[in-house]
């Protein structure tokens, strides 16, 4: 679980400072983290919800991080 939680602080920083600098895209790409072209539409509902929800998992109910470990 101590990995699970080292990548969602990484990606929470990540997001944090990038998303609203970019008006919350709705399309980005994957190993840049940067949105595709200018059709990307700008504040997107789920965009914002996915941060929200790594916000909770990471700062509101840290226990809740446990429905995303999957044993493989």
């Known amino acids: 679980m101590g990995q699970m939680k080292a990548m969602l602080e990484e990606c929470y920083w990540s997001q944090l400072n990038q998303l ?3 008006q919350w895209a709705e399309y ?3 190993p840049t983290g940067t949105w595709i072209g200018q059709q990307a539409r700008t504040y997107q509902t789920w965009t914002i919800v996915g941060f929200l929800l790594l916000h909770h998992f990471l700062r509101i109910k840290t226990d809740d991080v446990s429905v995303l470990d999957i044993d493989t």
């Open 20 to 22: 609203p600098r970019q």
């Open 28 to 30: 980005f790409d994957g």
